[in-house]
Nanobody, 118 residues
Framework: QVQLVESGGGLVQTGGSLRLSCVAS????????LGWYRQAPGKQRELVAL??????????VYVDSVKGRFTISRDDAKASLYLQMNILKPEDTAAYYC?????????WGQGTQVTVSS
């Protein structure tokens, strides 16, 4: 059974930092493109950052609003995905979800809440 478990969310002031982690089990982790998505209340879920497999060059894509502030990384040996978030803004407030295999994949974590106070 596939499990993705996020951690690292919390309450932080504007300009602060958080590091999200996602640990996976039950799937061949290194074979999957991985992503962080977020969903704020009343808004659609959006892709925050994506990293492809190492065999595909570990290419990275960010949504424009987080470029230069967020960094996605993966450690296939630890079956882990990370999101370093710096210079956080109130508009970054959302539930953050890790995903393996793309938005149509059934492999999602339960989410971790990030709240940025102004």
């Amino acid at each position: 059974q596939v499990q993705l478990v996020e951690s690292g969310g919390g309450l932080v002031q504007t300009g602060g930092s958080l590091r999200l982690s996602c640990v996976a089990s039950g799937l061949h982790f290194s074979s999957y493109a991985l992503g962080w998505y977020r969903q704020a209340p009343g808004k659609q879920r959006e892709l925050v950052a994506l990293i492809t497999t190492a065999s595909s060059g570990a290419e990275i894509v960010y949504v424009d609003s987080v470029k230069g502030r967020f960094t996605i990384s993966r450690d296939d040996a630890k079956a882990s995905l990370y999101l370093q978030m710096n210079i956080l803004k109130p508009e970054d407030t959302a539930a953050y979800y890790c995903n393996a295999g793309g938005e149509s994949s059934p492999y999602w974590g339960q989410g971790t809440q990030v709240t940025v106070s102004s």
